[in-house]
């Protein structure tokens, strides 16, 4: 389990950097930001499994609704290069307007997102 602390003023945020594969692991993120004083979370593409990026298969849904039920506001950082395909991208529109959990193209408007609520 990898990850850093980020300090942006009077928030912290826990930085995942350990490869996800299953939607159960949210707990493991939930746990590491208690640990670590944090209800910041950023997640990057590079950490997440093929399956967060396919609606079919829940897991996006499943993932962050775990996080969200434990009120951690996450910021998911995706690759901007990236076709994800139509549906995600319908996802992605709503996803970039949630409360606890969004979307973002790129980490420094994530660390905004973050940084401001």
């Known amino acids: 389990m990898a990850y850093q602390v980020l300090v942006s003023g009077e928030h912290r945020a826990l930085e995942w950097r350990s490869a996800l594969s ?3 692991q949210a707990v493991e993120l939930v746990s590491a930001c208690i640990g670590e004083g944090c209800e910041r979370l950023l997640i990057s593409h590079e950490v997440l ?36 395909g139509e549906r995600f991208g ?15 193209l790129s980490r420094e408007e994530a660390l905004d997102w973050l940084a401001a609520r």
């Open 22 to 24: 299953d939607a159960s």
């Open 49 to 84: 499994p093929a399956a967060f990026f396919q609606l079919g298969s829940r897991f996006a849904g499943e993932f962050l609704q775990k996080l969200q039920n434990y009120r951690l506001q996450t910021a998911v950082v995706i690759d901007a290069e990236r076709d994800y």
């Open 90 to 104: 319908e996802y992605l529109r709503e996803a970039r307007r949630g409360r606890f959990s969004r979307l973002f």
